[in-house]
Every structure is written in structure tokens, then in C-alpha cells.
């Protein structure tokens, strides 16, 4: 059974504050991870994706990918009020189920005014 | 406007009743799936289908059918076997060739039982 773990918080920061996320995986053939973030009541939007070690930024997201240690993260800096939701890891399947992805439970994240 | 459209919004079954999801989407993607999601839960996948005609069972797939008749049209029907349907049904769509291989979401069909 493939699996990705999150804790599930909720993870509470201040404004301006960095936010710190983070998913393990039990699939070691899978090679794409993504970050999606969901409203509370909305569906999920993608926040990043990321498929080589090492880090990736787009604008105050980060995402950091250990393939060795099985271990993606999310790093959100100046954190606002309106990056307030649950931050869901999902990772594809390795080999013929590349196509699919297993999703975390997700992390609630607060960022307080 | 391109995009992945859910129908209906919110839906109510009554007891033995059969309902059915509809799910198109205009992005000429290949792959579509079928998601559920409990309140405080991850998505769990019920049923996908990579082709025209052809479809697979994901991990809860019982008390559920599918059919994939067209590229932009995957609609899932929830049985009157599924004994515990109230959930958040959210479909997505994703190119199988070139590209990222990323999955993209429709706004979701919030299901509940009379």
C-alpha cells in the first residue's frame, strides 16, 4: 500500500512568518510530487511541482525534494492571511502507475494577522 | 474559457436512489478520474480512465460505475450499494504526453443523503 504521510496540524504561523510543510512517501519509484492547496469548502489548486533533488522556487513558494530520504517540502515565506488552508502533498506512482497520485490527508495551515 | 466543469454543485440522494455526477472537461486531456474526500480526509480515488471506452477501478471503487464514452466526458454514478455516499466528489483531468503530467481539478460535487 503506497502511502504519504502529512501532519496534519493545524500548523499555526504569524504574518510575515515562514510556513514549513512537510510529506514522506513510501513509494520509492515515484518520481513526481506536487503540492496542491485547498480552500476550506473548494477544490484543490496547485501550488508547485517539483521531480529533481534539490529545491525549487516560484515567487514566495519552495518547494524540496530528498528522494533518498523519501521527504518533500513546502516552504511558504511571508506567509499571509490569505495562505490560510490545507496544503495537500500528492506523489505519483512509480513504473505503469505513473499516470496516478496518492494524496496525503493534508496540513491546515492558520496564518494569524 | 477552458476548464473542468462539475455538475451538479450539491446533490442529495435519497435511500435506494441511484445519482449520477457529471464531469466534462475541455482541455483535450486523455485522463480522468474520480476522487472522494471525507471531511478532514485526503482524496481517495475511485475510478480513472486513460482512454476513450476504457476504465479502471482505483482503491474504492465498490458501490460506484463509470463510462467513458467520450474524451471530454467521464460521469460516475453513485449506486444505491455505495451505503455511505456523503462526500465531496471532485473529478480532474490530466495529459498523458508531454507536459508535466499534472492533474487538474473541477470545483466538485458536494453529495449528501436525504
Known amino acids: 500500500q503506497k502511502e504519504v504521510e502529512q501532519n496534519s496540524g493545524p500548523l499555526s504561523v504569524p504574518e510575515g512568518a515562514i510556513a514549513s510543510l512537510n510529506c514522506t512517501y513510501s513509494d520509492r519509484g515515484s518520481q513526481s510530487f506536487f503540492w496542491y492547496r485547498q480552500y476550506s469548502g473548494k477544490s484543490p489548486e496547485l501550488i508547485m511541482f517539483i521531480y529533481s533533488n534539490g529545491d525549487k522556487e516560484d515567487g514566495r513558494f519552495t518547494a524540496q525534494l530528498n528522494k533518498a530520504s523519501q521527504y518533500v517540502s513546502l516552504l511558504i515565506r511571508d506567509s499571509q492571511p490569505s495562505d490560510s488552508a490545507t496544503y495537500l502533498c500528492a506523489v505519483n506512482g512509480g513504473g505503469g502507475s505513473n499516470y496516478k497520485l496518492t494524496f496525503g490527508k493534508g496540513t491546515l495551515l492558520t496564518v494569524n494577522p | 474559457d477552458g476548464g473542468i466543469t462539475q455538475s451538479p454543485k450539491y446533490l442529495f440522494r435519497k435511500e435506494g436512489q441511484n445519482v449520477t455526477l457529471s464531469c466534462e472537461q475541455n482541455l483535450n486531456h486523455d485522463a480522468m478520474y474520480w476522487y472522494r474526500q471525507d471531511p478532514g480526509q485526503g482524496l481517495r480515488l475511485i475510478y480513472y480512465?486513460?482512454?476513450?471506452?476504457?476504465?479502471q477501478k482505483g482503491d474504492i471503487a465498490e458501490g460506484y460505475s463509470v463510462s467513458r464514452e467520450k474524451k471530454e466526458s467521464f460521469p460516475l454514478t453513485v449506486t444505491s450499494a455505495q451505503k455511505n455516499p456523503t462526500a465531496f466528489y471532485l473529478c480532474?483531468?490530466?495529459?498523458?504526453?508531454?507536459?508535466?503530467?499534472?492533474?487538474?481539478f473541477g470545483a466538485g460535487t458536494r453529495l449528501s443523503v436525504l
Open positions: 480532474a483531468s490530466n495529459a498523458l504526453t508531454g507536459g508535466e503530467n499534472i492533474q487538474y
Open positions: 480512465s486513460q482512454i476513450v471506452n476504457d476504465f
